[in-house]
C-alpha cells in the first residue's frame, strides 16, 4: 500500500520554527532517497531537500543553513526540521521519493507572517 502522511505544518511568524513529518510506507520508504517539496500559492512545486537511505543530504540554494532534513529508518518517517523561517517558505510542502513518484499525500500547510 502506497502512504504518504504529511504533518506538522502551522502558522509560525518570521524567524521562527516548525517540524514537519512524513510518515510513508515501507516501499516507499526503501526507496534511494527521499525528498521534501514545496508549492506556494500560484508557482509550481519545487524540490526542497533530499536524503538518501545513507542519510547523504542535499538542499535547495533557497533553504541551505535553515532546514535540515532527517529520516527514521524504523518508524519510515522523513522529518524536516525549519528554522528562522521567512515569509517566502509560505507553502503546502510535500514529500515523496527522490525522483518524485506520481502519487502525492495531502501535504501540510505552512504560513509565515506576521
Known amino acids: 500500500q502506497v502512504q504518504l502522511a504529511e504533518s506538522g505544518g502551522g502558522l509560525v511568524q518570521p524567524g521562527g520554527s516548525l517540524r514537519l513529518s512524513c510518515a510513508a510506507s515501507?516501499?516507499?520508504?526503501?526507496?534511494?532517497?527521499m525528498g521534501w517539496y514545496r508549492q506556494a500559492p500560484g508557482k509550481q512545486r519545487e524540490w526542497v531537500a533530499r536524503i538518501t537511505r545513507s542519510r547523504t543530504t542535499n538542499y535547495a540554494d533557497s533553504v541551505k543553513g535553515r532546514f535540515t532534513i532527517s529520516r527514521d529508518n524504523a518508524k519510515t518517517t522523513v522529518y524536516l526540521q525549519m528554522n528562522n523561517l521567512k515569509p517566502e517558505d509560505t507553502a503546502v510542502y510535500y514529500c515523496?521519493?527522490?525522483?518524485?513518484?506520481?502519487?502525492w499525500g495531502q501535504g501540510t500547510q505552512v504560513t509565515v507572517s506576521s
Open positions: 515501507a516501499i516507499i520508504f526503501n526507496f534511494p532517497a
Open positions: 515523496n521519493t527522490d525522483p518524485h513518484l506520481d502519487y
